[in-house]
């Protein structure tokens, strides 16, 4: 259910990227989930859907799903983890050391080639912020 | 492409750093109370802080109302409510403006009342110096093989109404293996809001922590 939380954050960080970045506007946004990292990817996904049209316009998320990776002391080596308290897949051994999978991360943004602030765009921006990004520019 | 690398809880962790340093200047220690909702997480405040003889506050977060938080108050503690009304968990900077608002003294304990959920409150930090997780036995034993992260992040595991052991098949024995399997280093106590049961057990463990937080020897509680 935090996932629409860690959606609006993921749409403030964009903006805030996209205007750095010179006020382009957001036209694919990359998104790293680890599998490990206790959020449900298709609520991600159904939480983009239903707020970055107002804030983002037309952009599309792209989610990468990176899997679970520890370290298990007893074999010496890197282990794949399906669930993240399981014990070792090789030798039962646990608790081991996550090394991957727990990522939650804004990977990339691709933003729309020199943006123009005509009349139109600006009545298109659905709120003041995007409004200013396109001003900006 | 523009390569970002920027995690969706770093503004959260850096909130709670902020409340985190605010707290140990003051030598406040704070404690985020996380449960499943009905745990009986008020009713043990409420009574928490009609035996704890040391200044308390309490913010209390619940989706609405602020019924909790006139509980606190008739039991005497300052307090404060968050709605957080469409989300499921308190963040770090709403805990911040609490904090700032309730402006506990010097040395207080606070307790951070979180919204009763066991899944979201897991990844949000609020700057406290431990999770204290309150389960009872009217839930299975097996919630922490289902909500994992909760019980991993716990430092300390409050089993709560014990007094109705004897009418529910609740397997306590099983249930602390579950909890130590994912937090081996998990510190348990069994008690009772309503009979008070174990209390005495929790309120030694707060002083502890106290004394510990003040880094010199406070008056013990008298009733401890």
């Known amino acids: ?137 | 492409m523009i390569p970002v690398e920027r995690s969706l809880l770093a503004r959260n962790d850096a909130f709670a750093q902020q409340n985190r340093a605010r707290f140990q200047a003051k030598g406040i220690l704070a404690l985020n109370l996380v449960s499943s909702p009905g745990s009986g997480k008020t009713s043990l405040l409420v009574a928490t802080l009609a035996r704890l003889e040391h200044p308390c506050a309490v913010i209390e977060g619940d989706q609405q109302t602020s019924l909790d938080a006139e509980r606190i108050r008739a039991a005497g503690a300052s307090a404060l409510q968050i709605n957080t009304g469409k989300g499921c968990h308190l963040d770090a900077q709403g805990v911040g403006r609490a904090a700032e608002r309730l402006d506990p003294p010097e040395g207080a304990l606070l307790f951070i009342e979180n919204v009763g959920n066991l899944v979201c409150p897991a990844a949000f930090d609020l700057g406290e110096a431990h999770k204290v997780l309150i389960l009872s036995v009217t839930e299975g034993e097996d919630k922490p093989l289902k909500y994992p992260d909760m019980f991993a992040a716990a430092d300390l595991l409050l089993l709560n109404k014990i007094d109705l052991l004897p009418h529910v098949a609740f397997d306590v024995e099983a249930c602390l293996a579950n909890a130590r399997r994912v937090n081996p280093g998990l510190e348990t106590i069994l008690l009772s809001a309503r009979t008070g049961e174990g209390l005495d057990v929790w309120l030694r463990w707060l002083g502890q922590r106290l004394r510990q937080n003040l880094g010199q020897s406070l008056p013990v509680p008298a009733s401890v």
């Open chain 1, 1 to 137: 259910m935090h996932e629409v939380a860690l959606m609006e954050e993921l749409l403030r960080i964009v903006q805030e990227e996209a205007r750095l970045a010179g006020g382009g506007r957001a036209r694919r946004v990359c998104l790293e989930v680890g599998a490990l990292a206790g959020v449900d990817p298709d609520a991600l996904r159904f939480a983009f859907e239903a707020l970055a049209p107002e804030r983002l316009g037309s952009a599309c998320l792209d989610l990468v799903e990176s899997p679970g990776r520890a370290w298990c002391e007893a074999c010496r080596a890197e282990v794949a983890l399906a669930i993240r308290f399981d014990p070792c897949p090789r030798c039962g051994a646990f608790p081991l050391t996550l090394t991957g999978g727990s990522e939650l991360i804004l990977k990339e943004l691709e933003l729309e080639e020199a943006p123009c602030a005509t009349p139109a765009d600006v009545k298109r921006a659905a709120n003041p912020a995007a409004a200013a990004c396109a001003l900006d520019a």
